[in-house]
């Protein structure tokens, strides 16, 4: 089993340098891999309302023989539940779902910035924080002009913004305005869901030089850009490879080589116009 390291959020929660995505993970099969990547060393597990899954993520956990308080449950409230009350619900539906007492990171999904409600989102989330219902709060898919605004109405900084990063979209300018604000990155679809990434050869030297798989070449260059991956894997092995990026060190000319992959994003998932209800 892999020890994943964590780094410090703003709130003082530790938080593991990489987690699990389980979109598609759901049923007994998703449970079961779910099961199986705790049982690897995943202590973060990112599951959402509109993944329909938080009822395998939860029974997992639950099935786990590790302690509740190590693993990091995050879900996420849809667009369609925005709103104060709307989200006090949603996050009450989410824990039946989960079948657990408390969402240990609680996420706005899409800000849907034309329906302008996502400051009052923020404020029912800044209620379930005080009142423990949630450990820790963040966003998802925010931009630097929509974090801002959320802190100056609200004066309470997201301890994360799940955002879409890998090689080919690296977020420069965002990270940068996270490290200023304290806000902990991480990266959705950090393995460009399989695609020709794996094969660049940017990519490919770098995990001829240390020895390692493609993947993990590209999982160690968001843990040292600072942010936390959330590579989805339904096979345990694959798991297991995923997470073992923590025993080398890309040098700083391999993570700039890959970085100059950039070209944009997967698909037109521009949080200033995509919405997600
Ligand atoms: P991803 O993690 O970049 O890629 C997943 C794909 O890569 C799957 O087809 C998986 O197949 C394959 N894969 C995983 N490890 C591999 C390995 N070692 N070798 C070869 N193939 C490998 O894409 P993603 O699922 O889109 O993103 C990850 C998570 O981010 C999601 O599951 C979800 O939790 C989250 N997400 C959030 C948002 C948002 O708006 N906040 C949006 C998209 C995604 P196998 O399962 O067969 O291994």
């Given amino acids: 089993m892999v020890t994943i390291p964590t780094v410090t959020l703003n709130d003082g929660t530790a938080f593991p340098q990489l987690g699990l995505g389980t979109y598609q993970l759901d049923g007994a099969d998703g449970a079961d891999a779910v099961l199986a990547a705790i049982g690897n060393g995943y202590r973060l597990l990112d599951t959402a309302v509109n993944y329909g899954n938080e009822d395998a993520v939860g029974a997992a956990v639950r099935r786990s023989d590790i302690d509740r308080d190590e693993i990091i449950v995050a879900t996420k409230v849809p667009g369609r539940d925005h709103g104060y009350h709307e989200t006090i619900r949603s996050a009450q539906g989410s824990l039946a779902r989960l079948g657990l007492d408390r969402i240990d990171l609680y996420l706005i999904h899409w800000p849907n910035p034309r329906v302008d409600k996502y400051v ?158």
Avoid: C
């Avoid at 924080?129 to 450990?135: D, N």
């Avoid at 900084?157 to 902990?184: C, G, K, S, W």
């Avoid at 959705?188 to 794996?198: D, F, G, I, M």
């Avoid at 060190?249 to 521009?270: K, Q, T």
């Fill in 120 to 277: 009052d989102t923020w404020r029912a989330m800044i209620a379930l924080q005080e009142e423990g219902t949630v450990t820790s709060i963040g966003v998802s898919n925010f931009t630097e002009g929509m974090l801002t605004r959320l802190i100056d109405e609200t004066g309470v900084v997201p301890a994360v913004n799940q955002v879409e990063m890998h090689p080919y979209f690296p977020q420069t300018a965002l990270r940068a305005f996270h490290e200023r604000n304290d806000i902990r990155t991480e990266s959705w679809s950090p393995l460009a869901r399989r695609s020709e990434l794996l094969a660049e050869q940017a990519v490919a030297d770098a995990a001829a030089r240390h020895e390692v798989s493609p993947t993990q070449a590209v999982l160690r260059w968001h843990v040292q850009l600072g942010s936390t991956p959330i590579p989805k894997s339904a096979d345990p092995s694959r798991q297991r490879e995923n997470a073992e990026v923590f025993g080398f060190s890309l040098s700083d000319a391999e993570v700039a080589e890959i970085s100059r992959l950039e070209r944009g994003r997967l698909w037109d998932g521009d949080p200033e116009v995509h919405e997600e209800f």
